[in-house]
T-cell receptor
Framework: GQNIDQPTEMTATEGAIVQINCTYQ??????LFWYQQHAGEAPTFLSY????GLEEKGRFSSFLSRSKGYSYLLLKELQMKDSASYLC??????????FGGGTRLMVKP | DTGVSQDPRHKITKRGQNVTFRCDPI?????LYWYRQTLGQGPEFLTY????????KSRLLSDRFSAERPKGSFSTLEIQRTEQGDSAMYLC?????????????FGDGTRLSIL
């Protein structure tokens, strides 16, 4: 099984940078996913890491350290529309996802 | 590509009634997943199919829950004798097993409220 931990809430200012951390304990680990979920909407895919290191996609980057069981999602140049929940999820061989509880990010002007 | 669609979007029913939800995955995706999400929590895995075969079921899935994917395309999730604890958002997702880097794509979910 897998155990995923991430902070419950974070607050940041428009234009700033925020880092959302995620730690995991897994068996059969097959990659780490980050999803964004606005209230009442479906989770939408942001990034996937299976090897150690940083993956960059525009304003969003994600980092993975398999030896430390640690990942983070970095959001740059924050915009008000980035206010959402950010879900960290570990994948296994069947690509079933185990999600953390989500981090609710509030971006303030 | 019309995405994953789920029907209905909302369902309100009395305790003890049976309910059935439908999920239509992205057409070229052979894997289909069901999750349940309660307010303020991340989605919890329930079950998944590869083509028509149900390959994994969570211990969360009591015997009141059954899922099918008879032709390897759409899927249904039925809950019998609903209980108040079944109130949640039921999410469906699909993916392609030929590339494990490809993410699961989620539908907008069916919100179930038990009175």
């Amino acid at each position: 099984g897998q155990n995923i931990d991430q902070p419950t809430e974070m607050t940041a200012t428009e234009g700033a940078i925020v880092q959302i951390n995620c730690t995991y304990q897994t068996s059969g680990f097959n990659g780490l996913f980050w999803y964004q979920q606005h209230a009442g909407e479906a989770p939408t895919f942001l990034s996937y890491n299976v090897l150690d290191g940083l993956e960059e996609k525009g304003r969003f980057s994600s980092f993975l350290s398999r030896s430390k069981g640690y990942s983070y999602l970095l959001l740059k140049e924050l915009q008000m529309k980035d206010s959402a929940s950010y879900l960290c999820a570990g994948g296994n061989a069947g690509n079933m996802l185990t999600f953390g509880g989500g981090t609710r990010l509030m971006v303030k002007p | 590509d019309t995405g994953v669609s789920q029907d209905p979007r909302h369902k309100i029913t009395k305790r003890g009634q049976n309910v059935t939800f439908r999920c239509d995955p992205i057409s070229e995706h052979n894997r289909l997943y069901w999750y349940r999400q309660t307010l303020g929590q991340g989605p919890e895995f329930l079950t998944y199919f590869q083509n028509e075969a149900q390959l994994e079921k969570s211990r969360l899935l009591s015997d009141r829950f059954s899922a099918e994917r008879p032709k390897g395309s759409f899927s249904t999730l039925e809950i019998q004798r609903t209980e108040q604890g079944d109130s949640a958002m039921y999410l469906c997702a699909s993916s392609n097993s030929r590339d494990t880097r490809q993410p699961q794509h989620f539908g907008d979910g069916t919100r179930l409220s038990i009175l």
